[in-house]
């Protein structure tokens, strides 16, 4: 079974720009989550969808934001890119039946944004 | 909000020594506990798990890991390291229902040497 894929796996930016990451989910994987991978600040969280819903969402201002298609995979977009946003974007993908409660998530090799 | 703290941020081991990694939580409700494991250059990889059951949990590699519930502890152990065990480690906790928002650790660089 194929991972989880993420594209494009670099990517240069200007401040003030936008940029859309996308991320393929494990086939049958419902739940799809991002997070950011910084040197100061670890792995945090961004949010989450499942079934086309943003379910879950972090602290991140709303210049964050993410979808969900009807096959499961995801894209991040951040708008107006800041120095700051310079990060390793990461997605993971779980099965996640409703009400189970016992997740795993995997991962993808990630996204590193560099904004310049 | 529930938080996660490594300990140890980097560790020096030789070949062959014992590996314990501190990882402690922050939540009252019931948790569910991961290890994960970065290798240089590779992304991040379950190493275990924790649900429910046996404190004891077993994972790839030879590691496991002790839940303490009055202690609030998810200690990563290995009885002999290897040089290729040389990555980061971060412990994470997810809330039981929303377990697909992990709350990491700051991570632990382990640098095994020959």
């Known amino acids: 079974k194929a991972g989880v894929t993420q594209t494009p796996r670099y990517l240069i930016k200007t401040r003030g720009q936008q940029v859309t990451l996308s991320c393929s989910p494990i086939?049958?994987?419902?739940?799809v989550s991002w997070y950011q991978q910084t040197p100061g600040q670890g792995l945090q969280f961004l949010f989450e969808?499942?079934?086309?819903?943003?379910?879950n969402k972090g602290n991140f201002p709303g210049r964050f934001s993410g979808r969900q298609f009807s096959n499961s995979r995801s894209e991040m977009n951040v708008s107006t890119l800041e120095l700051g946003d310079s990060a390793l974007y990461l997605c993971?993908?779980?099965?996640?039946?409703?009400?189970?409660?016992?997740?795993?998530?995997?991962f993808g090799p990630g996204t590193r944004l560099l904004v310049l | 909000a529930q938080s996660v703290s490594q300990h140890n941020h980097h560790v020096i081991l030789s070949e062959a020594a014992s590996l314990e990694l501190g990882c402690n939580y922050s939540?009252?409700?019931?948790?569910?506990l991961f290890w994960y494991v970065q290798y240089p250059g590779q992304h991040l990889q379950l190493l275990l798990k924790?649900?429910?059951?046996?404190?004891l949990v077993k994972g790839i590699k030879g590691f496991e890991a002790e839940f303490i519930k009055s202690k609030f502890s998810f200690n990563l152990r290995k009885p002999s390291v290897q040089w290729s065990d040389t990555a980061e480690y971060f412990c994470?906790?997810?809330?039981?229902?929303?377990?697909?928002?992990?709350?990491f650790g700051t991570g632990t660089r382990l640098q095994v040497t020959l």
């Open positions: 993971a993908s779980s099965l996640d039946p409703p009400g189970r409660g016992q997740e795993t998530q995997y």
């Open positions: 086939s049958g994987h419902r739940s």
């Open positions: 969808y499942f079934s086309e819903t943003q379910r």
């Open positions: 939540y009252g409700g019931t948790v569910n």
């Open positions: 924790y649900f429910s059951g046996d404190p």
């Open positions: 994470a906790v997810g809330q039981t229902g929303t377990a697909s928002k992990l709350t």
